[in-house]
């Protein structure tokens, strides 16, 4: 397995994910290898990429002439998504979006493979289209290139199939895939090692057939530069003895060389990868056959290609969440807040009860003694305890301890998602009980704060009674018999004290005082 790290903006990577970032994972199961790369999307738009992986499977060594992807191939792939599962989470992604293309896709038990993936490795492939592909690989290479304004051709040769992208940095005039892949192609045509005279004629006469149209197509568009990514790119380049250009001399020289070598002479040539030497040849003429129809001097290397065309997508698409991340760091937060989102909180009542809640709690802490970890708990339970109201007002507590529960918030323990939870629960009707088994399970430390939570978020429900937010502010004074609440009220608040002395009960209990609700004098 080959790992690597880089950036593609100049930025120090580091193992744990910064504040605010959203760590992403994509996988690109493709014809000759896996590959994977894990990646840092920061609020400020910057996209880092921290590390590359690839393993060499074979899926289409034997698919692209029988249509059918070896058991032992996926064999293989199913251990691999494993293993790459296990590192992007072990690497902090949140995320992991996995896409399968040409070998996959074609062939007729491609599903098995992405049924084994679901159902063995709790990950979902996606097979994507010949112009998916093609729209994916154009939007990594317009996020990793500079254009100015000007439309460039765009080449990836993978094992089963070759794009031909047109674009500038606005839009892609062209996207266009051919079944032309350097692993399709060898299977087909290289029957002889080395090539023979006549497998080499046959291969270049269908090229010639193929790219003819494609070729007219990429003329009217008049590309300024051509832009070669993918691994057959990439070692071509590598063997012509740089990184990321191929220039028409040195090809033409490597191009004599490859075509009279046989598979163990190659594997000698410096920068070829050793998986590759089988299908080199396929791919090195299709290059040639590339630069004589454009009359090319040279093709500029581009490492970024599908799989980070894939992580731009999602990026994308999920944009505000990166604003969000920006405003809320707090991943404990983030969380509350998005699953308050999800079931359409009534967000000015919650964050105004959430308000009155904490000034409770803060002005009664020589009463309950509790801190800074317990006001937490106490605060979220207070922005979620009306989410119940998205299945049905009637009992909308219970449901609210329902969707907490089950909402699959991360970065809390099973314990501080019961306290929340049944904090939620009690801000009407039933107190807490015994007789309730989700109380009566929790330990008592857990009671104690779902007691305090629970009497404080009856008091701050019933003084937003009206939900216009009344109640500016509350003062307590508190002596060994009773806690005056005096209010700072923007309006008259008559209702506010009538739903607040309604609920007070369990307050009294907990407290073990009376409480009174006044009017701060002008």
Not at 401 to 422: A, C, P, R, V, W
């Amino acid at each position: 397995m080959v790992t690597t790290a880089t950036t593609s903006q100049v930025r120090s990577s580091t193992t744990s994910a910064d504040k605010g970032s959203l760590r992403l994972a994509a996988i690109d199961v493709g014809s000759n290898s896996i590959h994977m790369i894990i990646a840092q999307a920061d609020p400020d738009g910057a996209v880092t990429t921290l590390w590359r992986m690839k393993e060499h499977v074979g899926l289409g060594r034997l698919s692209f002439p029988s249509r059918r992807l070896s058991r032992d191939s996926i064999d293989a792939a199913i251990t691999t998504l494993a293993r790459f599962k296990q590192i992007a989470q072990q690497r902090q992604a949140e995320k992991i979006i996995a896409v399968a293309t040409s070998a996959v896709r074609e062939a007729v038990n491609g599903g098995d493979l992405i049924d084994r993936a679901h159902r063995e490795v709790r990950l979902t492939v996606r097979a994507v289209s010949a112009r998916d592909e093609a729209r994916l690989i154009y939007l990594a290479v317009r996020h990793a290139m500079q254009f100015k304004g000007q439309p460039h051709l765009i080449v990836d040769i993978g094992g089963g199939s070759v794009e031909f992208i047109v674009g500038d940095e606005k839009r892609a005039a062209m996207l266009e895939s051919r079944k032309l892949g350097a692993a399709r192609m060898s299977a087909r045509y290289v029957k002889s090692d080395p090539i023979d005279k006549d497998d080499l004629r046959a291969l270049r006469k269908h090229y010639e057939h193929e790219l003819a149209p494609i070729i007219e197509q990429i003329k009217e568009l008049k590309p300024v530069a051509v832009i070669g990514t993918s691994g057959t790119l990439e070692n071509i380049a590598a063997m012509c003895g740089s990184a990321d250009t191929i220039d028409r001399e040195a090809f033409d020289k490597l191009m004599g060389e490859l075509i009279d070598s046989d598979t163990k002479s190659r594997g000698k040539i410096k920068g070829l990868d050793d998986q590759r030497k089988d299908q080199i040849v396929a791919g090195a003429i299709l290059v040639g056959e590339i630069f004589d129809r454009l009359g090319l001097k040279q093709i500029t290397i581009c490492p970024a290609a599908l799989r980070e065309g894939v992580l731009l997508e999602y990026l994308n698409r999920h944009s505000p969440e990166l604003q969000i991340r920006r405003d809320i760091p707090d991943p404990r937060r983030r969380g509350v807040l998005d699953l308050a989102r999800k079931y359409d909180w009534h967000q000015k009542h919650s964050e105004q009860v959430t308000l009155l809640c904490l000034a409770l709690f803060d002005q009664t802490k020589s009463l309950h003694g509790l801190g800074s970890e317990e006001r937490e708990l106490i605060e979220y339970a207070s922005l979620l305890h009306d989410i119940g109201w998205h299945i049905s007002g009637k009992s909308h507590h219970k449901h609210s301890m329902y969707l907490i529960t089950h909402g699959g918030l991360k970065d809390f323990t099973n314990d501080e998602i019961q306290i929340i939870s049944n904090i939620a629960r009690y801000h009407r009707k039933g107190e807490p009980s015994k007789k309730h088994e989700p109380y009566a399970d929790l330990s008592s430390r857990a009671k104690k704060i779902v007691d305090v939570g629970a009497a404080c978020l009856r008091i701050a429900d019933g003084l937003d009674r009206s939900h216009a937010s009344v109640i500016k502010g509350l003062h307590c004074r508190i002596d060994d018999k009773k806690v005056r609440c005096i209010l700072e009220a923007r309006t008259d608040a008559e209702l506010e004290i009538w739903g607040a002395t309604r609920k007070r009960d369990w307050f009294e209990k907990v407290f073990r005082r009376k409480i009174s609700f006044e009017i701060k004098p002008h």
